[in-house]
């Protein structure tokens, strides 16, 4: 069965195992609105596809994601201010963050409502809605490199990715709070002791997500229609709080995105990196 193309994604299908992996190392798989379309494409195409039985994501070269990709969004408000001069450049970031969301609520929903297996192998360092998604995986294993930082506050943002109430829930309100409050970096160990890592497998790169191939490939051999009746019996009572979650949460984003805060906030760090993702 052929898979179709998608932009910024490798893909394979082998043994039962669909393999995304995000396709842009140079920017450290930061993901723009083109990314986060592909993905949530390539999801429901999977969805439906009765060859695929299992969806691995991970990421090419050294990064699994370096989260949202702000220099995308800050080139989107720099051509509108051109076209636009006499617009207040606030007005116009805000428009051009509320414009992506539509994207951003696609993405999201492909993955809730996804029927298929989902696992996360996070070969590397992961940033913001490329942390804060784990929490929606069925399985979720590290390599000994990877970590997680989600730096929100630092951007006057909020909580994305449904972690609200799957943080939490996984690894109780502290944790929860030294990752999407405090923006604490924790690596592959603290990641595993707070559950949001399964486990961490060994190996780095390709023989690190080589690994997790198989252990998909093991779960793509089971009778498919008991794994799907069960994923379904797991993800039924969640699913329409989860919807309602997301929901919730992107209109928060919405109404930070239209601050002072968030403004001077994501200037700023624009400003120091120019290739800033979160």
Sequence with gaps: MSVPAFKHLE???????????????????????EKYTAIAAALEWAATAEAVRVVVLSGKGRFYSAGNDLTDTMQRVMQ?????????????????????????????EA???????????????????????????????????????CPFMKLALAPEGCSSV??????????????????????????RESRLFGDILPGTGEAFVATVLERAKAIAALPAEAVQDSKRLLRELPQPLLLETN?????????????????????????????SKL
Excluded: W
């Design 166 to 191: 799957t943080f939490p829930a996984i690894m109780g309100p502290t944790m929860a709070h030294e990752i999407l409050l405090e923006g604490r970096k924790f690596d592959a160990q603290r990641c």
């Design 247 to 275: 929901a919730r949460e992107i209109k928060l984003l919405r109404k930070r995105n239209a601050t002072q805060e968030f403004y001077d906030a994501v200037t700023a760090f624009a400003q120091r990196k120019p290739t």
């Design 80 to 108: 509108e201010m051109s076209d636009r001069p006499d617009a207040d450049i606030k007005d116009v970031l805000a428009e051009c963050v509320a414009e992506s969301m539509q994207v951003f609520r696609r993405f999201m």
């Design 11 to 33: 893909t394979t299908l082998c043994d039962g195992v669909l393999h995304l992996q995000l396709n842009r190392p140079r920017k450290l798989n930061a993901i723009n609105g």
């Design 111 to 149: 993955i809730i409502r996804c029927p298929k297996v989902l696992m996360a192998a996070v070969n590397g360092p992961a940033i913001g809605i490329a942390v804060t998604t784990l929490g929606l995986f069925d399985f979720v294993y590290g390599s000994q490199d990877a970590s997680i930082h």
